[in-house]
Structures are given as structure tokens and as C-alpha cells.
């Protein structure tokens, strides 16, 4: 285990075996909510980190998450509280991953990108640089919006090109693959190659590009 003199780990985290924590990461702090913050507000369990990961420097990581073996959490790059992610899950440089959110073992988020509370990501998902997802249709108007609140779900083997917008709550199909700057508004089929504003299909994802080809 390896742990840089100028990084901060909160009392409690669980660090496997082969950790690196990275110079001036903090890893394992508890949330400060905003007064009209929609996230829970119990006191969350320590962090727990699998082994052979990486924690960058300047990333944060919060306390309530578990990441599992072999994960890299790039410099400044945040992932927040209740978190689960896989093994071997990349989360790029400078990326976000809100509060709530479950990623699956082996996807790859690039550098810059906005992953919204309240999503889920399966296995071998790429999500390329830049790319933003949401979770609120109401846009923080209205008491209505909290039973509607959740982000996308992004299907097994499902790639979203740079700078992609997927709107609140729509699933992104298995296979499926959005091409870069795409605006998605509604959910996307399996297999389906979407493309635009708003997003359209065009084909499918041929066979020799699926998993296990």
C-alpha cells in the first residue's frame, strides 16, 4: 500500500491490499449538503476501497461508497457518497460521479464527464469525454420533481460519444451507441446507433463491434 505524504485519509476507510492513494486525495469525507439538497443526510459508513486500486491526486473520493479491485480514480476526479462500482472501473481525469450511482465492473468514464445522482451504468460501458447526463426534468422547480428525480440507465456494452446529452431517467439499450454531441431524449434500443439533435437512429451496432465478437 502506498499513501502520499499530502494525501488525507479519514478515520475508518478500508484499504485493500496494493491501495495508492495519490498526492493531496482526500478519501473517505463525509458530505455538507445544501439546505435543499435532495441526498440523504444519515452519518455514512466509511469508505472502502478493493484491492490494487488507485486514487489519484486531487481526486475525492466520499465516505458511504465501495469501490472494488483494481479501480483508478483519476486526478481530480470525484466520486461522491453511496457509490458502488466495480472491478477494473476507470473514472477519467477531472470526471464527476454523483451521490446514488452503481457502475459495473470494467466501464470506462473519460476525462470531463458528468455522471448525475441517481444513475446506473452496467458492465463494459464507455463513456467518452465530456459527456453530461441528468436527472431532473423540473430543473429544481417544484416539489414534484423529487419522485421523478433519477438519471439515466446505461445498459451492458453501451458506448456514448464525446459531449452526448442524455436527458432524466431514459435507458440507453444493451450494445447500444450514441454518437458524439448526440442529445438523447428518449430511451435508445438495443444495438441501435443513434446520432444528433435530437438523437436518431441511422443502424445497428454490427456484429464484429459486440462484446465477446
Do not use: W
Not at 464525446?162 to 431517467?169: H, K, N
Request: proline share 5%; aromatic share 4%; net charge negative.
Amino acid at each position: 500500500m502506498t499513501v502520499a505524504e499530502t494525501a488525507v485519509v479519514y478515520p475508518g476507510v478500508e484499504l485493500g491490499d496494493g491501495v495508492a492513494i495519490g498526492d493531496h486525495a482526500v478519501v473517505g469525507k463525509q458530505p455538507t449538503l445544501g439546505r435543499r439538497s435532495t441526498a440523504t443526510r444519515e452519518e455514512l459508513p466509511p469508505l472502502v476501497v478493493g484491492e490494487g486500486s488507485a486514487i489519484l491526486s486531487l481526486a475525492v473520493v466520499f465516505a458511504g461508497t465501495r469501490l472494488g479491485r483494481r479501480v483508478v480514480i483519476g486526478d481530480q476526479a470525484c466520486v461522491r457518497e453511496r457509490c458502488e462500482l466495480g472491478d477494473e472501473v476507470v473514472v477519467g481525469r477531472g470526471s464527476l460521479v454523483e451521490n446514488d450511482t452503481t457502475i459495473g465492473a470494467r466501464t470506462r468514464i473519460q476525462a470531463n464527464a458528468y455522471v448525475t445522482a441517481y444513475s446506473t451504468l452496467e458492465e463494459d460501458v464507455f463513456i467518452a469525454p465530456g459527456v453530461i447526463t441528468t436527472n431532473d426534468n423540473f430543473m429544481g422547480r417544484t416539489e414534484a420533481r423529487l419522485a421523478a428525480m433519477r438519471g439515466p440507465t446505461i445498459r451492458r456494452g453501451a458506448r456514448i460519444g464525446g459531449g452526448a446529452v442524455l436527458l432524466p431517467g431514459i435507458e440507453i439499450g444493451e450494445e447500444a451507441f450514441v454518437g458524439a454531441g448526440a442529445v438523447v431524449l428518449v430511451d435508445v434500443p438495443a444495438r441501435a446507433v443513434v446520432v444528433g439533435n435530437p438523437a436518431r437512429q441511422i443502424r445497428t451496432v454490427p456484429d464484429e463491434e459486440l462484446l465477446g465478437s
